[in-house]
């Protein structure tokens, strides 16, 4: 286990990025049950990618899904300052 510095109060990962104070669980479970309004998106800083899904509602659900997904399973999600969202 890595000791938190200012730099990266909440660690770093096996590749030396900091941690986010965002979980990626959240997110995907944010954009799970209302990813048709980007929530997940709207949680890790995503803006633009916030505003695209609420406007086609999520891509009639299809995105929101894929993106939901991608949240629980991918290890290098980023929120908006480019950290790594903790698991």
Known sequence: MTV?????PFGVDPQG???????K???GVLQLFLGTFGAGRFYVGSTG??????FTCGGLGLW???DA???FTSNDRT???GRVLRG
């Open 4 to 8: 938190p510095t200012p730099e990266a």
């Open 79 to 81: 929120d908006k300052q």
């Open 25 to 27: 669980v959240v997110a």
């Open 69 to 71: 997904i991608l949240f």
């Open 64 to 66: 929101a899904l894929i």
């Open 49 to 54: 990618v916030a505003l695209g899904q609420l």
């Open 17 to 23: 990025r900091p941690y986010s104070d965002k979980s």
